[in-house]
């Protein structure tokens, strides 16, 4: 099953601690759990409902890498500080500092591969009719196009899937179509780049174990530059 994830920010964290709030520079595999698990409308205390989902392996094409970005925000001040509010004023009392890091203008294309093909044919129409609204890795992250690829489930090995698929960035000034994208692939023991976010437990409890992700590259379609949504 493939997915389009596409929008102005989206920000994938995985080592996250206290006001500091990274991404990753794609899409992590915990974040995709939980886009999927909001369209289909499971609560974040059931881990049986998430289990059938944390079994499938992930593949992501970087369509377009994105620009890493920081978002300066302030919650009011504790009473001996002092900090700068988003208006550029000053106050004190009662508040934090948080910096959080985002990929503006990012797009990718996400494919879970699995043998249950009513499980993906499940999650697809469940995305095309979110229970709960979608966000690309925050609440306030929405995605630009349809998450839902029409046709996108399809009977294929998932690094066939992700080279065949057509670029999903449309064209725009001084920017030119690549001859190559790059591709990270779930493998299960390595080589590869160690990551933890594969889901142990419900997102309530906020357990994640560790994967490996492969990364090569692959030759882009050239007969077409855009997929519709």
């Given at each position: 099953m493939l997915l389009r994830l596409v929008g102005p920010m989206q920000s994938w964290g995985t080592t996250s601690r206290f006001?500091?709030?990274?991404?990753?520079?794609?899409?992590?595999?915990?974040?995709?759990?939980?886009?999927?698990?909001a369209a289909l409308g499971i609560d974040r205390e059931y881990w049986d409902d998430l289990v059938p989902l944390t079994r499938l392996s992930m593949g992501v094409r970087h369509d377009r890498s994105g620009v890493p970005k920081r978002d300066y925000q302030t919650a009011g001040c504790a009473a001996t500080d002092t900090i700068i509010?988003?208006?550029?004023?000053?106050?004190?009392?009662?508040?934090?500092?948080?910096?959080?890091?985002?990929?503006?203008?990012?797009?990718?294309?996400?494919?879970?591969?699995g043998p249950d093909r009513a499980l993906l044919e499940r999650v697809h129409a469940a995305l095309r009719n979110p229970v709960w609204p979608l966000a690309l890795g925050r609440k306030s992250y929405v995605p630009s196009e349809p998450v839902w690829i029409d046709n996108g489930v399809v009977d294929s090995p998932l690094l066939d899937a992700l080279a065949r698929w057509p670029w999903i960035t449309s064209l725009r000034k001084r920017e030119s179509t690549p001859g190559k994208l790059l591709v990270s692939l779930e493998s299960q023991e390595g080589p590869g780049v160690l990551k933890m976010d594969q889901p142990l437990s419900s997102f309530a409890t906020r357990r994640f174990g560790e994967r490996y992700v492969h990364s090569d590259w692959v030759a882009l379609p050239q007969e077409t530059t855009h997929a519709p949504a």
């Open positions: 006001d500091q709030r990274d991404t990753g520079k794609e899409p992590s595999k915990s974040g995709v759990i939980g886009l999927l698990a509010k988003a208006d550029g004023s000053q106050t004190k009392g009662g508040g934090v500092v948080s910096d959080r890091f985002y990929l503006a203008d990012a797009a990718f294309l996400v494919g879970l591969e």
